[in-house]
T-cell receptor, first 111, second 115 residues
Framework: QKEVEQDPGPLSVPEGAIVSLNCTYS??????FMWYRQYSRKGPELLMY??SSGNKEDGRFTAQVDKSSKYISLFIRDSQPSDSATYLC???????????WGAGTKLIIKP | ETGVTQSPTHLIKTRGQQVTLRCSSQ?????VSWYQQALGQGPQFIFQ???????GRGNFPPRFSGLQFPNYSSELNVNALELDDSALYLC??????????????FGPGTRLTVL
């Protein structure tokens, strides 16, 4: 079993829809949770990070962590075609620099 | 401010050969991490360099080695290439070593194909 599980998709939604992307993880020691966006032929770029449980909002993006169920989510409001990319979740322990990554979900926003 | 750059962009090698990939860190960053990303997978941590020394290593064999130079740029060397080494190799730089997971900035990667 992988430490971080993520549905590879693709997930296709119409422009303007609310998108929900999710990951599950197995190790309760993970404390920090990140979402990265990766466009084709590019390196990942950090979108959001959260510590422990709770929500964090940044513009159209909301990251949510539920440590009790080991479930992390990224919500995108008012989705745009430019949001079409692969979204990767990643996590790490408190003092561990090594990120453990999900496989990524390919998101397609249709105009 | 210059971002993380990597060279070459693409590379084709044959099994058994050796390859060197290069990374220039973002200005002001002294730590470099290397990742391997197979098609359709998330990145896998290879190792990290801080102050020219290896500062942690993932589950990769010794034929994966690296260097960091005084200007904080870095090289990833892979010997005795295998077909499964075909992947996107990502370099990420960060301002300080350890723990600053949220400050890793990635380069565009080098696409390595092993035939």
């Amino acid at each position: 079993q992988k430490e971080v599980e993520q549905d590879p998709g693709p997930l296709s939604v119409p422009e303007g829809a609310i998108v929900s992307l999710n990951c599950t993880y197995s190790n309760s020691a993970f404390q920090y949770f990140m979402w990265y966006r990766q466009y084709s032929r590019k390196g990942p770029e950090l979108l959001m990070y959260t510590y422990s449980s709770g929500n964090k909002e940044d513009g159209r993006f909301t990251a949510q962590v539920d440590k009790s169920s080991k479930y992390i989510s990224l919500f995108i409001r008012d989705s745009q075609p430019s949001d079409s990319a692969t979204y990767l979740c990643a996590t790490t322990r408190d003092s561990n620099y090594q990120l453990i990554w999900g496989a990524g979900t390919k998101l397609i926003i249709k105009p | 401010e210059t971002g993380v750059t990597q060279s070459p962009t693409h590379l084709i090698k044959t099994r058994g050969q050796q390859v060197t990939l290069r990374c220039s860190s973002q200005s002001g960053h002294n730590t470099v991490s290397w990742y391997q990303q197979a098609l359709g997978q998330g990145p896998q941590f290879i190792f990290q360099y801080y102050r020219e020394e290896e500062n942690g290593r993932g589950n990769f064999p010794p034929r994966f080695s690296g260097l960091q130079f005084p200007n904080y740029s870095s090289e990833l060397n892979v010997n005795a290439l295998e077909l499964d080494d075909s992947a996107l190799y990502l370099c990420a730089s960060s301002p300080i070593a350890g723990g600053k997971y949220n400050e890793q900035f990635f380069g565009p990667g080098t696409r390595l194909t092993v035939l």
